[in-house]
């Protein structure tokens, strides 16, 4: 292949990947926006109680995203070990795969 | 007597026949197996192709011979069937698929023209290696290797140039390890330190309605546009609606443990064992060693460089150190960009906003990779 | 020129050769996503057959085609062997042998008549199919979606229908995940509040021994009387005979997690992608779609006829509700006879008493997909 | 196949249907009765303590049966994470495969 | 009418099929069974064996049957496609290396010296095999049953002498679980009181870098030396690097839970299932085992002599008992070492010291098995 | 084959499975003797602190093994459990795979 062909190539092709993911910044864009309005009636019925959900979300960042460390916030050790060792049961989480980035006790007025 | 079977033994052992190239193949395959265990350079791969490496190199252990007719074939022939026929790779990207949060890029969609920049190395290193001699399909699959993506590359050198699958291979994931090493200077070259000390805003939340449409959407449009990559994204994006749906939890553990582990440790020995002393020993071998650190070096400054128009075209909201995580090679590349971010200003805190480029890469070079094969397939 | 080139591209790329066929495809593989996901239909299978299903029908992809010669076969081509060759649906079988428990079915072995009854729905549909016009084959195969067990009617299938499978599979696994749905009116329209109200007496228990038996003896009589069915019931019983030696954890667990999830992906994608329009698109699909509601509904109506008639039998003891449960579809079967019992009286625990039937079901479709493949295979 | 046979053939399997499970009907009272008279004998070794046992017991009911909630009775939730915690331990299963009915404290006299 | 049906179905079904061997063949595997679960014989191995003579033997059932033209295989013949062609042996090699601390070999080499004496029963067994009139063939893959490693086993008979598989394995397997009946007699005859009293020296500590380039050193010095024994030395040392390198830890979980044990069963499986009736009701089968019995003893003997010669030129500081744990059989061998020793002198504890020879013997039979296939192959 | 020729090539068959061990004897015994030497510049650069790396390598005993009981000096059985729970939060390690011989507590001066 000639060096010109082989330039022209290059230049089309890579112009051709700016195009795809140009393509795909548009579909999201217009996705967002949809969602956006229909937001109320598409949400997606979710049966995780609120807190179990941000659990299982922290827990998801894959193995790469080192997890910091445990925080704790008014308890004391033995409570946050408790806590920690019920969610895993309830959850059907293994101890390992969950994250958990601070446990806070809540004062009670 | 027994000295004679002894004479007749060696002279049938590998100590009899082993040639000089196959010493020097045995020696790389040991500083192979030095760098991915002490220096750490992406073990998972480099590990096991080293060991592939050192299997292939001790003569007549015959572990690739083909079969023929009723005679058997090696062992590693057998398990190279999924290389071969383009499982493997396939297979290694559904469990990445399924490891892979694109919320970051969902949140901020501009991050995939960072991950289209970034393929800017695959594209001169395929201009050079036209120029000095390959041909225009191992060309192309010397380029890939500045994708910075090791399924994608091994899938594209198996259709493409199969007899440099070895030295690819090696030189991508070599490489991606190197990342840490290669960027960091590029990026100080090319950026100014008001701009790496830019502090990006933090990202929308993404409903978990996006994140399940997503992979549709862009296994749609993506295998629509070229349905040469419909085997790479397609896995790559089951995977990630495994992970994203919540409701084949089990399905997507497998395919983030069990089943890419097992994948990987058979991709990775029987692509070692390609690399007989015939194959490997060649210029060829140096020629790629050396345009694939110009493919990754062209992809980082073009990463950064429509990094720094962004920061220009958005009045200095983005920080272009994160155009260089366009790459791929997650989640290095990313990290690499947080460090540095971290160094101009320590309150910077760069890491969430370089995913979004470095998935972003990922599907980038897929594409790219695509392309080449539609041309050149 | 760029222009010309990217009009190139255009009319090599699928978006210029889709027909509106495939674009229905994609769409009902959308539709079989969103229950999957959002209405959690059998999300294991469905979500992963909807998937193969809109791979298969984006155009130019190539992932089903076949190997000829040293021309390459595309990715999912390769993977169906497994579905072909009938080894996907028995892995599938071994692992849920180890994770059933035949104990309530021991303890009552009565329940056999109810899983035997529960398979009415087969050859209702399997005469309604051959009273329209499918061959026998066929016909066989669209009834034994009324045994209400996935893996049993692929294997039938692939063995007697091929060209019927994505239509039979996706039937199969719909109207399993829509059993709370068909079932309920059935059960109320024939049986009397009475009925429904029966309290069963507390299942005995049962031993280590007789559990650790009864795989070993069905395996022998059933594969002595129906050899067709060995590769079903041999791995099923395997599966479960793991499980209750007590002496092979590792074995047991490796069967119901790695190995059957990578088959389910397996069998899902590649059992999805046999849908292409020009197979799935006839109105032979409809008639499937039609006959397998039929076929559930007559297995429930058998499973609950019986269960009346053990009721007069028994002299009040056995609630007939347990009868619907007869026709697999573990352990959605038995949660709905749960559901209903406790309805009709709130102190009502039918689940493990449903079980036994549930079970027997397995068995029951097995048996019944041995005869008809001894008949027509 | 015409109408008639094709009924016919639907009436002969279905019968054999019911032949083939009415014989493992059979199998299982007869062994049944068989270990009925020879249970002292037969019993199998069972190296597992017998309050292991359970909850191994417990945790086999596979993934399907729901575990429905977890009743403390006569302990705080601390000791009854601790007790969860030990058992996964010293029985080498993880949290998130056991299951577990009920704790209950036994009373001492 | 119905009853013509029956006799028909009766007719074609095994009953009227089955031979009196076959009869036998499912008494052979309900007594195996018996063995593996309560007795606890090598379950993973024996259960799965069984169950696979059972499957074999139940007529009709065509699960061994080969796939000819366009007609389709059976299950277990695709299946056995891995035993074939050595694929799985060598995966199982794989996930034994990564579960073997070569630690306490390293400690204390000397240990080699024992494992080699061990594979004395090989020899012996070869010897009377030969002379009894089984070919060189066969007489060496009968000899390997001494090595006392299945897999080695496994793959030199399928090698060697494929007809006799079933026959050896269940040899193998069988006498490694009867390690505990078959060695205590033999030491209390061969060593005095005295010397089974002898407690050793700790153990040195071995460092990182020792452990992880052994299985490089050794792999490159045995399959320089006997090339055919690449697959099986190749694989276990690739699994114990995984272990020992740390950096892939993952790789190495995988290879010794979820690959290790899929290959098990399929492996365990398979080889039973090639136990039918003439192949295994020959007067050869009983010989095998008689053979294999003789195997295992003067193995025993072997390493309990060279144990005693080390004890008398050590000056007494090697206990001779830790010789019998040579015959690899990891790590039940080993335990019988301890137990004997602690009976001697309650205060021994040669498990560790035991565990050298023990991993020494897994080589020992590698390269004993790589010797007989390149004399014999 | 002939009683002496297959004598004969058991004779030579167990000595080269004693030469090739020996020289796997010779191999280890020299390599011990290089680490000797170069024992500090060769030194494998470990990141696991040292108190996990400990419990890593009691776990990683391989499943033969057998764990023995886990004893507690001057700890109560819920600060066990409670540690238990943390170490296997912090490693990523299921408690079912870590191996604890026992928990002392370090007396404060
Ligand atoms: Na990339
Ligand atoms: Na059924
Ligand atoms: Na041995």
């Not at chain 1, 704790?72 to 989480?93: C, P």
């Not at chain 2, 594209?123 to 001699?133: M, R």
């Not at chain 2, 155009?323 to 890491?351: C, D, H, T, Y």
Request: proline content about 5%.
């Amino acid at each position: 292949m000639s060096f010109f062909d082989s330039i022209l190539v290059s230049i089309f092709s890579m112009a051709l990947v700016f195009l795809v993911l140009a393509s795909l910044y548009a579909l999201i864009q217009i996705f967002a926006k949809l969602v956006g309005i229909f937001k109320h009636e598409a949400a997606l019925p979710v049966n995780v109680p609120a807190e179990q959900a941000e659990v299982l979300d922290e827990g998801a960042k894959g193995p790469e995203v080192s997890a910091g460390e445990l925080r704790l916030k008014g308890v004391d050790e033995k409570t946050a070990a408790m806590i920690m060792a019920i969610i895993s049961h309830e959850s059907g989480i293994p101890l390992s795969e969950l994250q958990f980035k601070s446990i806070k006790a809540i004062e009670q007025s | 007597m027994f000295i004679d079977a002894l004479k007749t033994i060696w002279a049938e052992s590998g100590f009899a026949a082993i040639t000089w190239q196959q010493l020097v193949m045995i020696a790389i395959a040991c500083v192979l197996i030095y760098l991915a265990i002490v220096k750490k350079f992406e073990p998972l791969l480099l590990l096991t192709i080293a060991f592939g490496v050192l299997l292939a190199n001790l003569p007549l252990a015959g572990l690739m011979k083909e079969e023929i007719g009723s005679e058997q074939g090696g062992l590693l022939h057998y398990l190279y069937l999924g290389v071969k026929k383009g499982i493997y790779p396939s297979l290694i990207f559904l469990g990445i698929g399924a490891m892979t949060d694109f919320g970051p890029l969902i949140a901020r969609p501009s991050s995939l023209f960072l991950g289209a920049a970034a393929q800017f190395g695959i594209f001169i290193a395929f201009t050079i290696a036209n120029l000095i001699g390959f041909t225009p399909q191992e060309a192309a699959s010397i380029g890939i290797i500045g994708g910075a993506d090791g399924p994608t590359a091994i899938f594209t050198t198996t259709r493409l140039a199969p007899d440099l699958l070895p030295a690819i291979a090696i030189a991508a994931y070599s490489y991606m390890a190197l990342i840490p090493m290669i960027q960091p200077p590029l990026m100080r070259l090319l950026t100014t330190k008001k701009e790496r000390e830019v502090k990006m805003e933090q990202l929308r939340e993404v409903s978990k309605l996006e994140k399940i449409c997503f992979p549709i959407v862009v296994t749609i449009f993506c295998v629509l546009l070229l349905p040469s990559v419909a085997p790479l994204i397609g896995m790559l994006m089951l995977g990630n609606l495994f992970r994203e749906s919540g409701v084949v939890e089990r399905l997507s553990d497998t395919a983030q443990n069990a089943l890419i582990n097992i994948v990987t440790i058979f991709l990775g020995v029987t692509v070692g064992a390609t690399a007989n002393a015939e194959r490997f020993l060649r210029p060829e071998t140096l020629a790629i060693i050396g345009l694939g650190l110009v493919a990754f070096m062209f992809s980082t400054i073009g990463g950064l460089l429509l990094g720094k128009l962004m920061y220009k075209l958005s009045g200095g909201k983005i920080n272009p150190l994160i155009g260089s995580a366009g790459v791929s090679a997650v989640p290095m590349a990313a990290r690499v960009s947080q460090i540095e971010g971290q160094k101009a200003n320590p309150g910077n805190f760069l890491l969430m906003h370089a995913m979004g480029p470095n998935v972003a890469g990922v599907i980038g070079s897929a594409v790219a990779a695509g392309i080449l094969m539609a041309l050149f397939g």
